[in-house]
């Protein structure tokens, strides 16, 4: 773990994100577990991060998701640890109660718990789940750091969480052209048509 912050790496994504939701004027918002809050802090570091962070929420215990996350106590109870479903809903949630464009949620194991018991299940540590909920599109992914170490898992998290977010608003850049596109070309095929609005026939 370096003690360089915001890690370079970090740093860059971070810039790029930027660069993208000034562009578009559009918002994010994160929630975080076992990040513990690394990515709002990676988010914030670049200058002028008001102007597209709204905030997000830290849902480290089950209380808090049922507080901060809009759980219920059957949700509580029926707990079965990190997964993809559980980022998407987290992602969602949030995407209700702040109206950012985009939210990105995490949820994993940094470490071992105690504190978590789940009976017939592992405890998947090194293992993160992921969820973006953006303004077409709710997708989700997992990442394998591989590392049992606490402070190095955080870390990775927080970045391929970002590395994950950039991906989804890439290609929500790449779809835009796509689009523009296919307006040109209705616009073109509409200038072609004669006064009565037919299309001209090609030549033979």
């Not at 578009?24 to 990515?39: M, Q, W």
């Not at 993160?128 to 997708?139: F, H, I, N």
């Amino acid at each position: 773990m370096t003690a360089e912050f915001p890690p370079l790496e970090a740093s860059k994504i971070v810039s790029r994100i930027s660069q993208i939701l000034i562009q578009r004027n559009e918002t994010i918002a994160v929630s975080e577990a076992a990040c513990g809050g690394l990515l709002s802090s990676y988010l914030v570091s670049v200058p002028g991060a008001s102007q597209w962070f709204h905030g997000g929420t830290l849902v480290y215990s089950l209380k808090s998701r049922l507080k901060l996350s809009g759980w219920n106590e059957l949700d509580i109870h029926n707990y079965t640890g990190p997964s993809v479903d559980v980022a998407l809903r987290l992602a969602r949630n949030l995407k209700f109660e702040l109206g950012a464009t985009y939210t990105l949620s995490e949820t994993g194991y940094a470490s071992r718990s105690a504190n978590l018991k789940l009976p017939g299940k592992e405890q998947t540590v090194g293992v993160v789940c992921y969820g973006v909920s953006g303004p077409k599109e709710d997708v989700s992914a997992t990442h394998d750091t591989g590392s049992e170490d606490r402070c190095y898992n955080m870390q990775q998290f927080a970045i391929h969480g970002l590395k994950f977010l950039l991906q989804q608003l890439e290609k929500q850049g790449e779809d835009e052209p796509q689009t523009k596109r296919a307006r040109v070309e209705e616009n073109s095929e509409s200038s072609s048509r004669g006064d009565s609005g037919t299309k001209k026939s090609p030549k033979p």
